[in-house]
């Protein structure tokens, strides 16, 4: 329809800000449009745009379609219609669906105002009980102000202002609805003015104050409101006005508001508000299926933890309490149908959407990854023992005591298995096989491979998995892994043991890399012995300097004579070697210790069901981090970066 003076008034109006003045967006329709005035006439069937009126100026934003947008420049009130006046750019027809969206900044700082106005209202009517006769005007613009009938002593006004930021201070909740004459005399509302007769009025509360009518936008509390202040009385067309202004916001201000805001009122949200939402929300959706967006772009746009749906239906703690059940409800329908409508969409995008794919343009490599360095040692160490003729087994890392400990020549309450830092499961006791433990060393599995075997060799197995102690340090993690080696058979001894050290320290740290065992007691091996390996850096000797090469010669014949390392040291140099040569950093000793090894125990063959006096056997247990951390060029002098999902380290590796 063509706007034309006869008709303009008769088109009636929706006034959304009415209902909710925080209201920044919505949809609706045009209803009429005239293109043919200098500015551009548009009425819409609703608006959130706040025509001039009330001493508030009209918002000012854009109402836009696919098609062209109109910038709103001015918003006047005629009889129940709302005219937005402006500068249209592209076309607009009677009868599109249009997005709205108001200058929130410019809206707010009016409401601000606006309110800040009434408060003075408020003060001024009970300054000093004396009859000011509200005038109801209010201004903002050049001067900001409220009117009076008679003149306000300017003594007054630090009083008055006192007053009024101390309202702003008490943050008291504001209030405005729509009562029928009829209400207000039920309710027994003491209004500031007299009522138009047969006519429904806005009516706007602050706190316990009588409310006065009003048909502006407001803040919810007072709180809101940035600090006011009187800036002269002056009489003006036989009015006496009470000019003001509001503190600029800044850093400060806000923060006091804001803290206002924060332990503020319950902002109440009517379930006509709601409603109307709702509304706006099933509008936006018939024309988004209409554009044939596609169910992945409804479905954020609607559905996702951002969406629309969701942001209103956070607002739900704002309905009142009785009218929360109908609330619920009617929420509850508006998913269904949105569900449903993004089920019947387009299920691709339509072809303008559709992007150009650059055939020449270089492609993206995928970024690849690789094996944690734990698991590459393990798959290392795996490979050396298979090639040798072992075989890796898996046994559970949360098992029985039994296992754990029992089984290898460990009595319950035996104190070596203090040494063991164990954590226990929480979990009914076996009578055979006791607690449940988290496993603290590969050794749990020696009895289970025998078992596994039924007393019949060979065995040799290599046993790679988690180990748990109560440990935390440079050399300590709380889960680290071992790896354990079993060999039995007939006429199993320690030189097997030996040459099978001798030749890992070969394959896993190189050429040249000796192993050194030191007797040890552990209760599940007999003899026990501690396995080094020769460091990779002083080759063995423990120091660093130019006669490595001499002392490390001296050290190897000397062990093939029998005498010890230090003595050896010592007796090729014929002097104190601490006096002048550097000592190795890295080993301090000239070897690395790795772990535990030894024959096994003629009662832990008998636990397994092996015969000890047919069988014989040797086993060792390692730490697979601490043995992988020694290699050469590695320099990891702190085991827990190995977890510490740190991308930068891993990557290296
Ligand atoms: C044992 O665990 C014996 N079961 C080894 C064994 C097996 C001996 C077979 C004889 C026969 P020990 O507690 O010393 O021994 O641990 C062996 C190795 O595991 C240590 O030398 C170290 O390399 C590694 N280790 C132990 N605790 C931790 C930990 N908390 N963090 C990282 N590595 C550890």
Redesign the pocket.
């Known amino acids: 329809m063509v706007i034309t003076e006869k008709n303009k008034f008769n088109m009636k109006t929706k006034l959304l800000y009415l209902e909710n003045s925080y209201q920044k967006e919505a949809s609706a329709k045009i209803v009429a449009i005239n293109t043919e005035t200098p500015q551009v006439e548009i009425i819409l069937d609703k608006t959130i745009f706040y025509p001039q009126g009330g001493g508030q100026p009209a918002d000012t934003g854009t109402i836009s379609t696919k098609t062209g947008i109109f910038i709103v420049s001015h918003v006047s009130y005629n009889d129940g219609s709302i005219l937005h006046k402006g500068k249209l750019e592209g076309s607009m027809n009677v009868g599109d669906e249009v997005s709205l969206k108001i200058d929130w900044e410019t809206r707010y700082h009016n409401m601000m105002l606006h309110t800040a106005g009434h408060i003075l209202d408020q003060v001024i009517k009970n300054v000093d009980n004396k009859n000011y006769g509200v005038d109801g005007d209010h201004g903002i613009g050049k001067r900001t102000f409220v009117a009076f009938k008679l003149p306000v002593n300017e003594s007054l006004i630090e009083k008055i202002e006192n007053e009024a930021n101390s309202i702003i201070n008490k943050n008291l909740k504001i209030t405005a609805e729509m009562v029928s004459e009829k209400e207000i005399k039920e309710r027994k509302i003491k209004l500031q003015f007299e009522l138009p007769k047969n006519k429904d009025l806005r009516i706007l509360g602050i706190g316990s104050y009588s409310p006065m009518p009003d048909g502006g936008t407001h803040l919810k509390t007072t709180g809101e409101c940035s600090k006011i202040s009187i800036t002269g009385i002056q009489e003006k067309k036989g009015q006496w006005r009470v000019n003001y202004s509001i503190e600029k916001p800044n850093k400060e201000t806000n923060e006091k508001v804001k803290e206002r805001k924060s332990d503020s009122i319950d902002n109440d949200l009517s379930i006509n508000e709601l409603k109307q939402k709702i509304a706006d929300i099933k509008s936006q959706i018939n024309s988004d299926l209409n554009e044939n967006l596609t169910k992945e772009k409804l479905r954020i746009k609607y559905l996702a933890k951002k969406g629309l749906f969701n942001n209103l239906a956070k607002n739900i703690s704002q309905i009142e309490v009785s009218k929360k059940k109908e609330a619920g409800q009617i929420l509850n329908e508006l998913k269904t149908e949105i569900t449903q409508n993004i089920e019947k969409s387009a299920p691709t995008s339509n072809n303008s959407q559709k992007k150009w794919i650059d055939l020449t343009a270089p492609g993206i490599k995928p970024k690849t990854g690789h094996m944690h360095p734990v698991s590459q040692a393990m798959e290392e160490i795996t490979q050396i023992f298979e090639r040798i003729g072992f075989s890796r087994s898996r046994y559970p890392e949360v098992d029985w005591d039994w296992y754990v400990f029992e089984s290898l020549n460990m009595p319950k309450n035996h104190p070596a298995r203090d040494?063991?830092e164990t954590f226990f499961i929480d979990a009914p006791i076996n009578p055979k096989m006791g607690k449940i433990v988290l496993t603290?060393?590969?050794?749990n599995g020696?009895v289970r491979e025998m078992e596994r075997l039924g007393g019949k060799p060979p065995i040799r197995m290599i046993n790679i998995a988690r180990?748990y102690?109560r440990?935390?340090d440079t050399?300590?993690?709380?889960m680290?892994h071992?790896f354990?080696?079993?060999v039995i058979d007939k006429g199993i001894n320690i030189q097997h043991l030996k040459g099978t050290l001798d030749y890992f320290a070969e394959q896993f740290y190189g050429p040249g890399t000796k192993s050194r065992i030191r007797p040890f007691h552990?209760q599940?091996?007999e003899p026990?012995?501690?396995v080094d390996f020769s460091c990779h850096i002083c080759h063995g000797t423990g120091f660093l300097d130019e006669k490595t090469d001499k002392v490390k010669k001296v050290n190897c014949e000397a062990r093939e004579a029998g005498l010890g390392h230090g003595e050896a040291r010592e007796g090729a140099l014929g002097h104190a070697p601490e006096d002048r040569r550097q000592k190795c950093k890295f080993c301090k000793s000239g070897w690395h210790?790795?772990?535990?090894?030894?024959m096994v125990h003629p009662n832990v063959l008998k636990a397994g069901g092996f015969n000890p006096d047919i069988y014989t056997g040797f086993?060792?247990?390692?730490?697979v981090?601490?043995?992988y951390t020694l290699k050469e060029g590695l320099n990891i002098d702190d085991?827990r970066l190995l977890y510490s999902g740190d991308l930068k380290f891993l990557e290296q590796f």
């Open positions: 040494e063991w603290t060393h590969t050794s020696q180990c102690r440990q935390q050399t300590h993690t709380q680290f071992q354990e080696g079993l552990f599940f091996t026990s012995l501690e210790e790795v772990g535990g090894a030894g086993a060792f247990g390692w730490g981090e601490r043995t085991i």
